[in-house]
C-alpha cells in the first residue's frame, strides 16, 4: 500500500481570460512545491485548438522556480504535431534545468474527433486528424530513440531520421518518462470497448504511466484493472506502473454555488456549454466533507495520483481551502 499522492494542475489557459497573470501561475507552483504537499505541477497544451502559453517554456519557467515537485505536461494534445527532434531537445533542456527525474511528458493524441479549432491546427500542421493516433505513437518512439542512442535512427511511416545526434541529453537516466493520456469514448469507427482495449494496448506497449480524466469511479476501476491485466500478460510490473486522474475542484458550503461557478468556468476556459452530467462526473465540488468523500471514490478505485485543478475565479481562496480543508484529511489514506 503507497500512500495517495497529489497534484496540481495550473490553469495555463486562464491567463487568455484574466483568471491568473503568468506571474500568478508562477507564484502558485512555487507556493504548492514549497508545502511539501504536491508530488506534482501540471500544465496543460494545446498550440491552436485551446490555445494557452506554450507548455515547455512555461515548465522551464517553473523548474527555476521550484525544487522538488514533478513538472507535468498533461496531457501534451500537440504531440502528434511537434516533430520529436525538435521535441527531443526542448524536453532533454527542460530536464537539464529540472533535474533528474522531474519532468514528465504526458502524450495524448488531441484532435477530439477534429472539427472546429482543432481542424485549423491539424492544417496548420498538415497533419491530417487520422494520422493523430499513428503520430503519437511514432513519436513516442523517436523521442526514445533520441534520448537513448548515441547515434540515432529511426524510419517510419510519418518520421525519419538517420545517425541523429540529439544533444543536450536529459539528465534523467535512462531517459525521462514518458506517460500516455487516455480517456477513449466512442467513435464514428468504433465502439467504446474496442477504443478501450485499443488504448490499453498502446499505454501497455508504449507508456511509463497513464494519466485520465472525466471517468467515474467505477469506470476507473474498470479501466485501471484492464490496464493492469495487460500489463501483466506481457510481463511488466503491474504494481510499479504509476497513474494520475486529472479532477477539477471547488469548494464552497453552498453547493449550487460551487456548481454555477465551475460551470462558468469551465465554459469559459473550454469554449463550450458544459452539461450538468459532465460536470457531476468531472468536479469535485461543494462542501468540504461531500469533496473529500468524491476524492476517496477515486482513491478507493486505485488512483494513485490525483491533480486538482480549481474551477473558480478566485484561485488564491480556494488554494487556500485546498491544501487546509482536503489534502489533510487523506495523509493516512493509502491506495493499492
Known sequence: ??????????????????????ADLLDMGQEADESGLFRSLWVGDSILAKRRP?????????????????????????????????????????DQIAGPGRALLAACIGGEGGGGDWQMENDAFGVPQGERIGRMVEGIKALKALWTQERATFEGKYYSFKD?????????????????????????????ATN???ATERITRHADGWMTTWLTPADFRDRWELLRSSLREVGRDADGFDNTLYYNVNINEDREAAAAESKKFLDAYYSFDISRP???????????????????????????????????????????????????????????
Not at 499522492?5 to 497573470?21: C, D, M, S
Not at 512555461?58 to 522538488?68: D, E, Q, V, Y
Not at 457531476?280 to 490525483?306: L, M, N, Q, S, T
Open 1 to 22: 500500500m503507497t500512500p495517495l499522492k497529489f497534484g496540481l494542475t495550473l490553469p495555463n489557459r486562464g491567463v487568455l481570460f484574466g483568471v491568473e497573470t503568468m
Open 54 to 94: 506554450e507548455s515547455v517554456s512555461l515548465l522551464s519557467a517553473l523548474a527555476a522556480r521550484t525544487k522538488k515537485v514533478r513538472l507535468a505536461v498533461g496531457c501534451m494534445a500537440s504531440f502528434p504535431v511537434r516533430h520529436p527532434v525538435l521535441l527531443a531537445a526542448q524536453w532533454a533542456t527542460l
Open 164 to 192: 541523429i545526434i540529439s544533444e543536450p541529453r536529459p539528465v534523467t537516466k535512462p531517459r525521462p518518462a514518458i506517460w500516455i493520456a487516455a480517456n477513449p469514448r466512442p467513435s464514428r469507427n468504433a465502439d467504446m
Open 196 to 198: 478501450v482495449k485499443r
Open 278 to 336: 459532465r460536470l457531476d462526473i468531472w468536479v469535485a465540488y461543494g462542501p468540504p466533507e461531500e469533496v473529500i468523500g468524491k476524492v476517496r471514490e477515486f482513491a478507493d478505485a486505485g488512483a494513485k495520483e490525483i491533480t486538482f485543478r480549481i474551477t473558480s475565479f478566485e484561485q488564491r481562496r480556494q488554494y487556500q481551502r485546498l491544501v487546509k480543508e482536503i489534502l489533510p484529511a487523506f495523509e493516512r489514506v493509502a491506495v493499492a
